[in-house]
């Protein structure tokens, strides 16, 4: 059926010793194998760094010349070798945890429906941090083995690209991805038709094509409504990531669960776990009903099979974050399939109905815990949070037995540690210790590792997001209409000495970016101490309707503006997984101030552990795991508040005395005699012994195997 799965649809003229640098450029595995990165930096630096890191536009663009000397290198050649070796090695490998912990279900698929993936900065299909998890999730599935595999969209424009005014307002610029420069290869029919699938919309027929992505031994599928069968408006489908489009927004949704499902039918597959990552793609459990219906089996008996196989993660206790739609929408798409499900209209709207205080909505996650027997939230406060929240689902339970249970997120190793840290760590811990992240044993040795050393690559990495500041201000500079003090505010008067502090994330308001703004003068003087001055970085979005967040930014934009901050603050200009990557290793303190406890979990945090960056953060989501004491610092306690005035006074007021009376001294003042801050190395590696381990994707998914996936694929309904 399907004609060319491992094809490589271009073919780059490379020299024939180095050819299979095309099959790399076609399998994400290059994203956490550094090795395979350094080759293409050994071949040409400046174009793989120009090119955001992309091979498939760097293969393209790369000058012949020196593609043909580095087959007389031999020391380049001798790196080619190692990486396809370790390339050939970890496709074929046998013996992987999964196979080896679950040898009875080896012939099982997981299914993992996602509405964005961040899996690299080259392949911008996400807009935060739930992408960036399923990114992770994918990853990390590959490297255990899981048999998992991946659906969602490609978003021909993206998410958006951000540019800020010269008076702080946030300008959104149009992206256009080149398909011809990323790793997806087109599935197409015997004809050599794009395959694809339909799903029935108001009045018409919408078709969507498939792409596949090779990320290590697995597979993502892309849809993409991009075709010529589709009317105008339908080819934009899937063209850009949280619509505020409600017509939009239910389509995309109806093809993501309902279409997803036929994408891997069509493709043969067969799983017994059906994981929705969030609930956008909750349709796909009606998708699942529909086809037990068609097996002649009642509505009540296919949703008693279906939900045993499905799995629901819940992302965020935000009312805003969760998906919903009015009633009336529900009408226009769904009155054709009500009746195939032999249910009435109040029937089908009681499926995900919730009474709101302005009236009624369908809730796209209420739908996903009614129609799943598996269900999570992402840290163990979001847990409780999360149970509460949704006791009103389960009427005669106590909030502590409602089933949501918890599994603490966390990042994919690889992707995130710096590549320098990644030496390190090679020679103190253990050659293989990223093959044993989740192993808290190995991090013990982190003692091993001489002061010096590590100081010395904390020191590396903060010049280089320096450097990259200035290369960035540099090259607007140069292009033209780019004010002065928009030079200034990217960073150009940054130095790599003085103590960095880092905040990137999504611009919403209960993330609270200017909590460190609210006593103005306190900031002031603090940034500005001569003999121990501070430097903060800014980065992040906010959604393009989000008038709140877009004057969050702004506020943020006039301190960094202020002359009197003395270009010390700074604001980076579209955060993307590049500049996540630049900030998580190149700063000394991560800040995170989120308004407890709407952070459900949080994961920028953990790659700065990782890479022994302090935190220094509200005790919510993650971090009140994280935090044992000793290995960075708290913002507030674990109070309730009722007014989020007092809430946020407290908590601000907190936030500069840490600073004043411990993190600044701590990080100038505790020098021995080899100018090195004894103590707060001690705390980093406090930090990395304590967090990388707990908060790797490797203890994540074998959670999500263990906990959630093994029960679900005991029930295969197809035997
Ligand atoms: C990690 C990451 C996020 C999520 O970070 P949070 O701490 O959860 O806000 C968002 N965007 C990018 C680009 C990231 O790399």
């Known amino acids: 059926m399907v004609k060319n799965r491992y094809k490589i649809p271009v073919s780059f003229s490379?020299?024939?010793?180095?050819?299979?640098l095309s099959e790399l450029s076609f399998n994400m595995w290059w994203v956490w194998n550094q090795d395979a990165q350094q080759l293409f930096r050994l071949i040409d630096k400046p174009l793989w760094d120009k090119l955001s890191h992309n091979p498939i536009a760097f293969l393209h663009q790369v000058d012949r010349a020196l593609l043909n000397r580095t087959i007389n290198d031999l020391y380049f050649l001798d790196r080619y070798d190692a990486v396809m070796k370790k390339f050939d090695q970890y496709l074929e490998a046998k013996n992987t945890w999964f196979t080896e912990t679950y040898p009875q279900l080896e012939k099982e698929q997981i299914a993992y429906f996602s509405f964005e993936f961040g899996l690299h900065e080259s392949l911008p299909v996400y807009a935060g941090g739930l992408g960036i998890l399923a990114g992770d999730h994918l990853k990390t599935s590959s490297d255990l083995g899981l048999p998992l595999v991946g659906v969602g969209f490609i978003y021909k424009n993206g998410y958006f690209m951000q540019s800020i005014s010269e008076d702080g307002w946030q300008e959104t610029r149009n992206?256009?991805?080149?398909?011809?420069?990323?790793?997806?290869?087109?599935?197409?029919?015997?004809?050599?038709?794009?395959?694809?699938?339909?799903?029935?919309?108001?009045?018409?027929?919408?078709f969507a094509r498939i792409w596949q992505v090779n990320i290590g031994?697995?597979?993502?599928?892309?849809?993409?409504?991009?075709l010529d069968e589709n009317s105008p408006n339908d080819r934009q489908l899937t063209s850009r990531l949280y619509s505020n489009d409600l017509d939009v927004r239910i389509s995309q949704e109806i093809l993501l669960g309902m279409g997803g499902v036929r994408v891997l039918r069509i493709l043969g597959y067969k799983p017994t776990v059906w994981h929705m990552n969030e609930g956008h793609s909750a349709f796909l459990a009606l998708e699942r009903i529909l086809e037990m219906i068609d097996r002649g089996k009642t509505f009540e008996e296919a949703t008693e099979i279906v939900k045993k196989n499905n799995v629901f993660t819940t992302h965020t206790p935000v009312p805003a974050g969760n998906d919903q739609f009015p009633i009336w929408l529900i009408d226009k798409y769904f009155s054709q399939i009500w009746p195939k499900l032999n249910l009435s209209r109040d029937q089908f709207v009681d499926l995900g109905?919730?009474?709101?205080?302005?009236?009624?909505?369908?809730?796209?996650?209420?739908?996903?815990?009614?129609?799943?027997e598996h269900m999570n939230s992402v840290s163990e406060l979001h847990g409780d949070v999360?149970?509460?929240?949704?006791?009103?689902?389960?009427?005669?339970?106590?909030?502590?037995?409602?089933?949501i249970t918890h599994i603490t997120n966390g990042i994919h190793t690889?992707?995130?540690?710096?590549?320098?840290?990644?030496?390190?760590?090679?020679?103190?811990l253990a050659p293989d210790w990223m093959d044993r992240a989740?192993?808290?044993?190995?991090?013990?040795?982190?003692e091993r590792i001489p002061d010096f050393e590590l100081w010395a690559v904390r020191k590396h990495l903060k010049r280089k997001l320096t450097v990259y500041c200035n290369e960035v201000a540099r090259r607007k500079w140069q292009e033209g209409g780019f004010h002065p003090v928009q030079v200034v505010a990217s960073g150009v008067l940054m130095e790599p000495y003085s103590l960095t502090i880092g905040f990137a994330r999504r611009f919403a308001t209960y993330k609270r970016a200017n909590l460190i703004l609210r006593d103005y003068e306190r900031l002031l003087k603090l940034v500005t101490n001569e003999r121990m001055p501070v430097q903060i970085i800014f980065s992040g979005k906010a959604h393009p309707a989000d008038e709140p967040g877009k004057l969050i930014i702004q506020e943020i934009y006039r301190a960094v503006k202020d002359a009197r901050m003395g270009g010390r603050l700074i604001f980076l200009e579209d955060y993307d997984m590049n500049v996540a990557r630049l900030l998580v290793q190149g700063v000394d303190v991560w800040l995170n101030t989120p308004r407890r406890p709407n952070e459900a979990s949080g994961t920028s945090g953990m790659k700065a552990a990782l890479n022994g960056v302090l935190n220094f953060s509200v005790l919510d989501g993650w971090w009140r795991e994280g935090y044992n004491g000793k290995n960075g610092w708290p913002i507030g306690d674990d109070t309730e508040y009722q007014d989020t005035n007092q809430q946020d006074e407290i908590d601000s007021r907190d936030l500069y005395e840490t600073l004043e009376n411990e993190i600044v001294p701590l990080y100038y003042q505790s020098r021995s005699a080899d100018n090195l801050p004894n103590e707060w190395i001690a705390r980093v590696k406090e930090t990395i012994r304590s967090?990388?381990?707990?908060?790797?994707?490797?203890r994540m998914v074998k959670e999500y195997m263990n906990n959630l996936y093994a029960g679900a694929a005991e029930n295969n309904v197809d035997k």
């Open 14 to 20: 490379l020299p024939r010793r180095i050819q299979r």
């Open 217 to 226: 031994r697995n597979f993502l599928y892309l849809m993409d409504s991009d």
């Open 386 to 403: 999360s149970r509460k929240m949704w006791n009103w689902l389960w009427p005669d339970r106590g909030e502590n037995e409602v089933p």
């Open 175 to 206: 992206f256009y991805l080149n398909y011809s420069e990323v790793p997806i290869i087109p599935l197409t029919d015997e004809q050599g038709k794009p395959l694809a699938i339909s799903i029935d919309l108001p009045g018409r027929s919408v």
């Open 414 to 428: 690889g992707t995130w540690i710096a590549r320098q840290t990644n030496l390190l760590f090679q020679k103190y």
């Open 353 to 372: 109905k919730q009474a709101q205080t302005w009236g009624e909505t369908f809730v796209m996650p209420v739908l996903a815990l009614k129609l799943s």
């Open 438 to 446: 989740d192993e808290p044993e190995i991090w013990e040795n982190i």
């Open 691 to 698: 967090n990388a381990p707990k908060f790797s994707t490797r």
